[in-house]
């Protein structure tokens, strides 16, 4: 079987499963096994598949059929142009996440030269903490997860992207071990990707997301539940003019921007619209 016949075996099985993008995901299946670049499976399209190579390729797209992420059975997905280990113990990073780290390099660069400190809480793979940490290499970012795996990807993450000195993990809920007198006023920004699908919307979901662990997704029954405890959080950890930077679902807005308001620390609440054009990011900093 040539390359090629590989290709539109895949994706046809991909499109009678009724999955999207179906030639997206083959091409990277294909060059993941073959370990080469998607541009060597162009040039070689009638080069043979060697049967070791089309028998792990036919898994994988096996697996894809029964609508399991493409991520979880490459075991990876790209961030920032950084390639994240991922596996069932944590959500796969998101395009719109990226917006989140942008936001935040664009408050502190790198070409400041400024010693500044982070806080990531529900980091997952770690994405948007090591993120940060690259490229801005005068950033200290601490990252807490309530999840043990997840803090265990996350450190696996941290070795492969080199930045073991950069970031520290932590295996707490929220912000609860940097509940102490001495963290008072300590950190400049507090990022965060806070789980926030409302519950009774879980099982609504593409089937895809059933794949991905729910206390990653689950916001409570408004989806809410978590902006109150970060907004202590900032509160209590940000120093003044500190910024506190969380992504929000679609049409969560008002109610997180209320939530801020509410606490009456903070000012220039403003809201950053994603790729699609849906307010995503919400910024606020401290006075
Ligand atoms: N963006 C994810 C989704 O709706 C949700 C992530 C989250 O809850 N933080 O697919």
């Given at each position: 079987?040539?390359?090629?016949?590989?290709?539109?075996?895949g994706?046809q099985?991909?499109?009678?499963?009724?999955i999207?993008?179906a030639?997206?995901?083959?091409?990277?299946?294909?060059?993941?096994?073959l370990?080469?670049?998607k541009?060597?499976?162009?040039s070689?399209?009638?080069?043979?598949?060697?049967?070791?190579v089309?028998?792990?390729?036919?898994?994988?797209?096996?697996?894809?059929?029964?609508?399991?992420?493409?991520?979880?059975?490459?075991?990876?997905?790209?961030?920032?142009?950084?390639?994240?280990?991922?596996?069932?113990?944590?959500?796969?990073?998101?395009?719109?996440?990226?917006?989140?780290?942008?936001?935040?390099?664009?408050?502190?660069?790198?070409?400041?030269?400024?010693?500044?400190?982070?806080l990531?809480?529900?980091?997952?793979?770690?994405?948007?903490?090591?993120?940060?940490?690259?490229?801005?290499?005068?950033?200290?970012?601490?990252?807490?997860?309530?999840?043990?795996?997840?803090?265990?990807?996350?450190?696996?993450?941290?070795?492969?992207?080199?930045?073991?000195?950069?970031?520290?993990f932590?295996?707490?809920?929220?912000?609860n071990?940097?509940?102490?007198?001495?963290?008072?006023?300590?950190?400049?920004?507090?990022?965060?990707?806070?789980?926030?699908?409302?519950?009774?919307?879980?099982?609504?979901?593409?089937?895809?997301?059933?794949?991905?662990?729910?206390?990653?997704?689950?916001?409570?029954?408004?989806?809410?539940?978590?902006?109150?405890p970060?907004?202590?959080?900032?509160?209590f950890?940000?120093?003044?003019?500190?910024?506190?930077i969380?992504?929000?679902?679609?049409?969560?807005?008002?109610?997180?921007?209320?939530?801020?308001?509410?606490?009456?620390?903070?000012?220039?609440?403003?809201?950053?619209?994603?790729?699609?054009?849906?307010?995503?990011?919400?910024?606020?900093?401290?006075k």
């Open positions: 079987m040539q390359l090629s016949e590989a290709l539109s075996w994706v099985s991909m499109k009678l499963s009724g999207q993008d030639h997206v995901d083959i091409l990277a299946f294909l060059s993941h096994v370990v080469k670049e541009s060597y499976i162009y070689n399209l009638s080069m043979q598949c060697p049967d070791v089309f028998k792990k390729f036919s898994s994988m797209v096996e697996e894809r059929v029964r609508h399991e992420p493409s991520a979880y059975i490459m075991g990876k997905r790209e961030f920032m142009s950084l390639n994240f280990m991922v596996n069932k113990n944590v959500l796969i990073p998101r395009p719109e996440t990226e917006h989140l780290v942008e936001e935040t390099l664009t408050l502190f660069p790198q070409a400041d030269g400024s010693a500044y400190v982070g990531d809480i529900g980091t997952g793979c770690g994405n948007i903490a090591l993120s940060l940490a690259k490229y801005n290499r005068n950033f200290h970012i601490y990252a807490t997860d309530i999840s043990s795996k997840a803090i265990k990807v996350a450190r696996e993450n941290r070795k492969l992207l080199n930045l073991e000195k950069s970031v520290s932590i295996n707490c809920n929220l912000w071990y940097f509940k102490k007198e001495k963290w008072r006023g300590r950190i400049n920004v507090l990022a965060s990707n806070p789980p926030y699908v409302r519950s009774g919307q879980l099982n609504d979901f593409a089937v895809d997301l059933s794949y991905e662990p729910k206390k990653a997704l689950d916001g409570g029954a408004d989806g809410l539940s978590f902006y109150k970060l907004a202590d959080a900032g509160e950890l940000l120093k003044k003019n500190g910024y506190l969380m992504e929000i679902g679609q049409g969560q807005e008002e109610s997180v921007k209320n939530i801020l308001r509410n606490k009456k620390v903070f000012q220039d609440i403003i809201v950053k619209k994603d790729y699609s054009g849906i307010d995503r990011i919400i910024v606020a900093r401290r």
